[in-house]
């Protein structure tokens, strides 16, 4: 399995972005996609998922910001990030999970394949 993210960068406080994961190699029927986060000093924490059957779920900062989608025709997850805050600057990365992981989809363990990141920084 392999996934790429893309469009990263920097934007000022109050600005949008959408991220990209563009995924190959699995044809699981059941499974989960992600996005998690990790800046510096700070442990990698769960931003959203979605999973085989469109359910998506948000951490609590994020919630009425950001959005998760999918395109199965072109096997690619978006993150469309709006009202960045400062906060928000971090290493994005995607994941996908061979099972549909409900609530424990915020624990990095239940993951089984890891993107390399891509950069988002918010100046204030």
């Known amino acids: 399995v392999q996934l790429v993210e893309s469009g990263g960068g920097s934007v000022q406080s109050g600005g949008s972005l959408r991220l990209s994961c563009a995924a190959s190699?699995?044809?699981?029927?059941?499974?989960?996609m992600g996005w998690f986060r990790q800046a510096p000093g700070k442990e990698r924490e769960g931003v959203a998922t979605i999973d085989s059957t469109g359910s998506t779920s948000y951490a609590d900062s994020v919630k009425g910001r950001f959005t998760i989608s999918q395109d199965n025709a072109k096997n690619t997850l978006y993150l469309q990030m709006n009202s960045l805050k400062p906060e928000d600057s971090a290493m994005y990365y995607c994941a996908v999970a061979q099972s549909r992981l409900g609530r424990s989809w915020i624990w990095t363990q239940f993951w089984n394949y890891w993107g390399q990141g891509t950069q988002v920084t918010v100046s204030s």
């Open positions: 190699g699995y044809t699981y029927r059941s499974y989960s």
